[in-house]
């Protein structure tokens, strides 16, 4: 009885034995052979709980909930633990064994993410995120971030070293090892050993990080939010970063690390000085011939900067061949020059297996400064040329066209945010971060008298009221295709009455009154209802202060919430998948069912 009844159910809401799998966490073969009748599970054991759980949550995510609660006859169940109790016994009906109450089902795998192990060991050593903020160094909000799974240590070795160092002092300090032990499943003995504990404790608390690159995203949004409207000033005097040395060289040709700083410091510096309007730079040589020697490097920033302010367009073509961590030191170095609308970034779509580096700085009608070494003898051998004859500079012109044919934008900044360059048309999903609802989900009618309550004029008004729609159609639209997640927290009833909650507005600071809150959530239960394919996802915490995120596959867009209001649309299809990827785990780890969602809004009604 038990597996026609689950093959039926699973005919219901349209799921198979891989998707129990995916849910419950664990390899198909397992759930095959209970789909296929060669085990069933006990009545309300593990094995029987992960399953209903599993179910529940397949049949909330296919839209299938109010086909299951007929399947079940248990229109009348308020709560999603009553409903999984009722196709328990649906699933076991003619057996022998007694109903199972309504009660809530555990989470059959506690521990799905690095900040839900960290989230209990801190409860276990009695530890505020300001107190293990203060013993490792670091503020407390990144401790509550990594507890809220919204970042990660992954890529910094020497912090999670200290984390679970000062972790084990604490606990050993409590006399607290034993409770350790129990909690992560080894013998009392082997946390007793010294030389092993380390090991044991590190490889427990970090075992979920394997590919993990929230560290990565936790970077790219840190630099969004830190962008400046005004270019940063020149670290050096243009004297200083260019001499009339080397400004009034005749050199043909340069050799080395040495002779390429040489050349590169000639040529900006004339850049400058000649106030000259574009630049066209590529090079995939390793950074260390600029980052590695301080001096050289700010000489570099400052004539830059130089650069920008002096109005010089900037094309720079990225390597993305390189690691993550490089890619990104390398974004995070432009980052800052990013808010002066100079800088124009692309990434190369096709790989490179040369054998060669290749460096190309290109000022037309000034000069190009040109390198292709064998990769690893550029310090010493390296040649590079220094070309200011016309013909040879059309030459490297039509070079770098042609590799710019074979790139795509890296990174855009808009001041006004187009919605058309997200892609979303063509993608499976979307996903929202934020830290308020969402402008798309607000009722036109709700931001029409909140804009008319705060005397806005009607040029804002039409402009508010027309992004609006443009989201909210845009969301319908996802919906048919894919999937639209939101994710984000609510307030406190004390922020809302106070005037604390901001509505999601670009460029405008506007308040919700309590009753405008309670017609925005009305809105999503009623959106909830009626697009299956819509899901909010409540967070204990915004994930971004002052950023807000939209993420398809195709594109993401990172929005800044205050001043300068700019938004950084990333197409690289590498970042698009590390973002979504980010998205997903935030989901796993905040997934609950629409039922008990709608149970917390209506608390706000």
């Not at 809220?148 to 606990?171: D, H, Q, V, W, Y």
């Not at 040709?253 to 510096?269: D, H, N, P, Q, W």
């Amino acid at each position: 009885m038990f597996t026609e009844r689950l093959n039926l159910i699973m005919r219901v809401i349209e799921a198979k034995s891989p998707d129990l799998a995916r849910i419950i966490g664990c390899d198909r073969s397992n759930t095959d052979r209970i789909c296929k009748g060669g085990r069933i599970p006990k009545k309300a054991g593990k094995s029987c709980l992960r399953i209903v759980d599993a179910i529940y949550t397949l049949a909330d995510e296919h839209g299938k909930m109010n086909d299951l609660v007929i399947q079940l006859n248990c229109e009348k169940a308020e709560s999603a633990e009553q409903r999984k109790a009722a196709l328990i016994n649906w699933l076991y009906e003619g057996e022998h064994d007694a109903p199972v109450k309504p009660k809530p089902i555990k989470e059959p795998h506690p521990y799905r993410s690095f900040g839900q192990k960290l989230n209990t060991i801190m409860r276990l050593a009695e530890l505020s995120n300001i107190r293990l903020g203060k013993l490792l160094n670091v503020d407390a909000s990144y401790i509550s971030r990594f507890r809220n799974g919204f970042c990660s240590p992954a890529a910094n070795p020497e912090l999670m070293k200290n984390i679970c160092e000062t972790l084990l002092k604490r606990l050993d300090e409590q006399k607290k090892l034993s409770q350790l032990a129990a909690l992560i499943h080894v013998s009392k003995a082997e946390l007793v050993k010294e030389e092993q504990v380390f090991d044991i404790f590190s490889s427990w608390l970090f075992d979920l990080e394997d590919g993990d690159t929230s560290s990565f995203v936790f970077d790219m949004i840190d630099q969004f939010g830190s962008a400046s409207a005004d270019i940063i000033k020149p670290p050096l005097a243009f004297e200083a970063a260019a001499s009339k040395e080397i400004l009034n060289e005749n050199e043909a040709v340069y050799y080395g690390t040495e002779g390429l700083r040489r050349a590169v410091i000639r040529f900006l510096g004339n850049v400058v000085a000649r106030k000259e309007k574009e630049l066209f730079l590529y090079s995939d040589q390793n950074m260390d011939w600029m980052v590695s020697d301080p001096i050289f490097l700010a000489k570099w920033a400052t004539l830059m900067v130089l650069c920008v302010s002096g109005e010089t367009k900037i094309h720079i073509i990225h390597t993305i061949d390189r690691d993550l961590s490089e890619m990104a030191n390398a974004i995070k170095s432009w980052m800052p020059l990013y808010p002066s609308g100079m800088i124009q970034s692309y990434y190369c779509k096709t790989v490179n297996k040369s054998r060669f580096s290749t460096t190309l700085f290109l000022c037309p009608g000034y000069a190009c400064v040109s390198g292709a070494n064998v990769i690893g003898t550029e310090s010493e051998n390296g040649i590079y040329r220094y070309d200011t004859e016309p013909a040879q500079l059309n030459k490297h012109m039509a070079a770098y066209q042609e590799l710019l044919a074979q790139s795509g934008e890296l990174i855009h900044i808009y001041k006004a945010f187009d919605l058309n360059r997200l892609g979303a048309a063509s993608s499976a999903s979307l996903s929202f971060l934020g830290n308020t609802l969402s402008l798309a989900t607000m009722p036109s009618a709700t931001l029409s008298s909140a804009l008319e309550r705060t005397g806005a004029d009607q040029k804002t008004k039409q402009h508010l009221l027309t992004i609006r729609r443009e989201q909210a159609e845009l969301l319908e639209q996802v919906a048919k295709k894919g999937f639209w997640y939101e994710y984000l927290p609510l307030p406190s009833k004390e922020a809302l009455f106070s005037g604390q909650v901001l509505m999601d507005l670009p460029g405008l600071s506007l308040a919700y009154t309590p009753r405008e809150y309670a017609e925005h959530i009305r809105n999503i239960i009623a959106l909830s209802d009626r697009l299956t394919n819509y899901h909010l996802f409540l967070l204990t915490e915004a994930a971004y202060e002052n950023i807000k995120l939209l993420i398809s596959e195709n594109a993401v867009a990172a929005t800044r919430l205050k001043e300068p209001y700019l938004t950084f649309l990333l197409e690289y299809p590498i970042f698009c998948r590390i973002f979504v990827a980010y998205a997903e785990r935030i989901k796993g780890r905040y997934q609950q069912d629409r039922l008990t969602t709608r149970r917390i809004l209506e608390q706000y009604l």
